[in-house]
């Protein structure tokens, strides 16, 4: 099991910046995926943005290129997601995604969700 602890959301004005932080509770599989969804109020779950192990591919929403930046720092199990020029839209609630292969099998993982509000 891994348990996943998110940070970082907040109340911000439309053109701000927030930085988000998963912190995996140990260390995931070498063959793994990282990132972040997201649901805003009365719609679907939403892929941000993902990272792969390998090749190390980043892939983000057609929403969200541009101005938001996913990395990873392996050495500490975490994942952080750097939006910038945030608007409205981007209100919602973010989730860490991790999957990791282990023995072959693909396990996923859910964190509980960090609240994003951005005034206009």
């Known amino acids: 099991q891994v348990q996943l602890v998110e940070s970082g959301g907040g109340l911000v004005q439309a053109g701000e910046s927030l930085r988000l932080s998963c912190a995996a509770s140990?260390?995931?599989?070498?063959?793994?995926?990282m990132g972040w969804y997201r649901q805003a109020p009365g719609k679907q779950l939403q892929l941000v943005a993902t990272i792969s192990s390998s090749p190390g591919s980043t892939n983000y929403a057609d929403s969200v290129k541009g101005r938001f930046t996913l990395s990873r720092d392996n050495a500490k199990n975490t994942v952080y997601l750097q939006m910038d020029s945030l608007k409205p839209e981007d209100t919602a609630v973010y989730y860490c995604y991790v999957r990791e292969m282990v023995t072959s099998l693909w396990n996923a993982y859910w964190g509980q969700g960090t609240q994003v509000t951005v005034s206009s």
């Open positions: 140990r260390r995931i599989s070498s063959i793994n995926v």
